[in-house]
């Protein structure tokens, strides 16, 4: 049987609630008629108004209607609300608190207007006050030009209008690492994106007894590319063991870690690999709070593995001292072609068939966007100690089918405490998604 459209089942779920509380109303005054107490006045009016105001929550946007563009809700399913930890009446409160804070008077706009792209800025604006995370770092990174078109920052309770936090080092890179472990071993021309790699025990777990590999092991395999995308911490650390430290530390300097960059603009990500042992394995699939990342250096290692250049720092005319404010070319060196077409190939295999699948969908964007865009990218997460809490990434890209020149870099960085927010992914998405609708010249 077709599944009904998400508005007519919204609907649905609205006159069945209304249908119970109205049941429910109708027992609780049959039980109670002869009780000499007055009545109090009907209930009926405050349900309706109740679940009115649910309904409106739910219901999807209309983008011509909505000048701030707000269709993150329109593709949002229930079990994505689920999976966030999210009730019917939290997202009620949620959607009530974030329509207030939008829409404060005063509301500060004048970092928004100075950004390259102050629509697309409006909107991330618009998302941190929704899903009010309790640390959030969004940027986005024009491909071609390298240049920042916007970003958005949120922390300490409220939307800041300054990047203090795009070049912060605390971070911990979580699986992003590994892309330093799929770089290392394409160049060892030891290893191809469909070599298949031991996958013993749970993907996101890593254990001395994952690591040994018998002999004539026969059991369970995965190819390469495949352990990248599904984020699979097992096999990532038997390849980083197997590159071994040296070439991991060599991938990892092409790729910005351990540099100091000028005006410390970002301040220098942190990548160390010991040349054994289980210290390692847990560098090589980013299971070590010791490797850390800022979003500006996720940003330029996306653009880079795009351009297949060496490293660049993303530049704004407006961000200084927080990025630098003219190109900045960097001699790191350059990976083969082989190299970066691996990397690339992974990425996007992490959004068809790994953990960006679900979220990085016409769940949360437009169908018309989503088949008209290459989309790749890398999720992580871990918890961290600076500030503490639940670390949620994603690094990806988008671009044009038909015109590679429209490509965008984003980067959204999340720290939950008790209560999680929106996944890094689908907000990534509700970014590309209104980038597309800016930018693509579709027909309807």
Known sequence: MERLPYAQRMRNRCIAITVLVTIIIAIVHC??????????????PQVATAVDTLAQAIAPSDTNQNPNGL??????????????GNTANGNVASATNATAESTDSVRDTLHIKAQKDPLLADKIDILLRRYHPDLGVILVVDTKTNEIIAWG?????QVQNKPDYIGRTTFPAASLAKLVTIAAAMESNRYSLNTPIP????????????????????GPTMELSE????????????????????????????????????GNAPNASRYTAPDTGYGLAEVACGFTTSTTLTPLLAAAQVRA????????????????????????ALNLGKFTENTYYGL??????????????????????????FEALRLGGKTGSLDGNDPAGRYDWF????????DPNKSIVVIVMQMHKEMRSQPATQVAATVINYWAHQNLDLKK
């Open 305 to 328: 593995i795009l351009t297949k250049k060496p490293l660049e720092i993303p530049w704004a005319r407006d961000m200084a001292p927080f990025a630098p404010q003219k190109p900045l």
């Open 153 to 157: 920052e949120r922390r300490d309770g």
């Open 71 to 84: 269709v993150a809700l329109k593709g949002i399913e229930d079990e994505d609300f689920e999976s966030s």
């Open 31 to 44: 039980s109670t008629k002869d009780d000499p107490v007055p009545p109090a006045e009907p209930a009926e």
């Open 395 to 402: 690094m990806g890209f988008a671009e044009a089918k038909n």
């Open 199 to 218: 996958m013993i025990g749970r993907h996101h777990t890593l254990y001395l007894n994952q690591l040994r590999v018998p002999e004539k092991y026969n």
């Open 344 to 369: 690339r190939e992974s990425m996007l295999r992490s959004v068809t068939q790994g953990t960006a699948r679900k979220h990085m969908s016409t769940k949360n964007m437009a169908r018309k966007n």
């Open 227 to 262: 352990a990248f995308a599904r984020s699979a911490n097992p096999p990532m650390a038997i390849v980083g063991k197997n590159v071994g430290g040296k070439r991991l530390n060599a991938a990892a300097a092409k790729l910005g870690y351990n540099k100091n960059f000028p």
